[in-house]
């Protein structure tokens, strides 16, 4: 039988940078309500929002932190990192994740959320996805919910936002 490790404890002041990523999108309109942060060893490496509108369906948050972690750290293997998301990773974010080897994934507000709010999603959960594949990456939801979900509620409001 294989130890339960114990289960990583949120850092609200990740969580804060990625919400206030995402709010960036609150003005200029150019991606969904979504930021992501991550971490290594207590330290911010990277944070984006998400950029779709800018003509790239794969540029969600947790791909464009991926992508400028790796470049920071110089490496594809993000081992020791966590990865802070406003909304539950959806199912090709959570593979890229996987793959990333990022070892934590702690979220806001989740699928469903997305889902209600008009955003055309894959509803498999992260802990689906987990299961599925035999992933060892360790879920925290609900991390900051209400404020995550405050993003929604704002993204809603937005007279110039485009669902995709």
Not at 70 to 91: A, F, R, V
Not at 126 to 147: F, I, W
């Amino acid at each position: 039988m294989t130890p339960t490790l114990p289960m990583p404890s949120p850092e609200p002041r990740f969580m804060i940078k990625a919400i206030r990523e995402a709010r960036k999108n609150l003005v200029r309109a150019d991606g969904g309500p979504f930021g992501a942060c991550i971490v290594k060893d207590g330290r911010v490496v990277a944070v984006a929002r998400n950029t779709v509108l800018k003509n790239d369906a794969t540029c969600h948050a947790e791909v464009n932190a991926i992508r400028k972690a790796s470049k920071k750290l110089g490496t594809h293997d993000l081992g020791g990192c966590e990865i802070y998301s406003t909304t539950e990773p959806c199912p090709m974010c959570f593979g890229a994740i996987h793959w990333a080897r990022i070892g934590a994934v702690y979220y806001g507000t989740d699928i469903r959320d997305a889902a209600r709010s008009g955003f055309h999603e894959l509803r498999i959960s992260n802990a689906q996805m987990k299961a599925l594949g035999r992933s060892n990456v360790r879920l925290v939801p609900a991390v900051l919910r209400e404020e995550c979900l405050d993003l929604f509620r704002a993204w809603t409001a937005l007279p110039t936002r485009r669902l995709y």
